[in-house]
C-alpha cells in the first residue's frame, strides 16, 4: 500500500475532526477518538494475555499478529488525537513513544514466532 494514500486518509481525518469549532462538535470528537483509542489501547495486552494461554503455535502466531495490529492502530489513534487537537493538552509525545516502544517489541515477537512456526510445520 502506498504511503501516500496513508497520509492522505490521516489528513482527511484530521480534517474532519477540526470541521467545527464549537465544544459541542470538539467535545464529540474527542469522545469518538479517546473510545477508539482505548479501545485499541487495550486490545494489545488483552491479546498478548491470550497468546499466552494458546492451545497451539498457530493459535499464539495469531494472538500475537492482532496484537500487533492493535499497536498500530493505537499509533493512529494518538497521532490523530493529537494532530486534530480534539482531546485537549496530554502528554501525546509520551504516549505515542509507549506505544512505539510496545509496537517494536511485539512486532519483534510476531516475527520470532513466525520464524518458529514456520520451521515447525
Known sequence: MSRDIQDRAFRFAVAVCKLRTDNEFRDLAGRVLLRQLIAAATSVGANLEEATA?????????????????????????????????????????LRDEAESIGRVVSAISRSARRSDRRGA
Open 54 to 94: 494458546a492451545q497451539t503455535k498457530a493459535d499464539f502466531v495469531a494472538k500475537v499478529a492482532i496484537a500487533r495490529k492493535e499497536c498500530r492502530e493505537t499509533q493512529y489513534w494518538l497521532r490523530l488525537a493529537e494532530a486534530s487537537e480534539a482531546c485537549g493538552p496530554i502528554r501525546w509525545r509520551e
